[in-house]
Nanobody
Framework: QVHLVESGGGLVQAGGSLRLSCAASGLTFSGYAMGWFRQAPGKEREFVADIKRSGSSTYQTDSVKGRFIISRDNAKNTVDLQMNSLRPEDTDVYYC?????????????????WGKGTLVTVSS
């Protein structure tokens, strides 16, 4: 059974940083693309970033480019999201996702498994 466990969320002031981590188990981690999505109450889940199997290729949504960095450690079965220069509009529940090896669709349509989420709150 696949398990994705996120950690690292919390409260931070605008301009600050947080590092989210997702630990995966129950799957051959290096065989899948990994990523992060986020969702605010009443809104649709939004793609944030993904990273391909080897970690050599990443993609971020425009609103986080230059501020968020996604990385993975295939030896430890973890994927991290370093979030810098945080803004109040980054306040969301952040979800770890695992999906198709070629990369995650922005819609989330090829995500196989989701974590339960971790809350990030950015105060102004």
């Amino acid at each position: 059974q696949v398990h994705l466990v996120e950690s690292g969320g919390g409260l931070v002031q605008a301009g600050g940083s947080l590092r989210l981590s997702c630990a995966a188990s129950g799957l051959t981690f290096s065989g899948y693309a990994m990523g992060w999505f986020r969702q605010a109450p009443g809104k649709e889940r939004e793609f944030v970033a993904d990273i391909k199997r080897s970690g050599s290729s990443t993609y971020q949504t425009d609103s986080v480019k230059g501020r968020f960095i996604i990385s993975r450690d295939n030896a430890k079965n973890t994927v991290d999201l370093q979030m810098n220069s945080l803004r109040p509009e980054d306040t969301d529940v952040y979800y770890c996702a695992v999906g198709a090896s070629y990369g995650l669709e922005i819609s989330g349509s090829n995500v196989y498994y989701w974590g339960k989420g971790t809350l990030v709150t950015v105060s102004s």
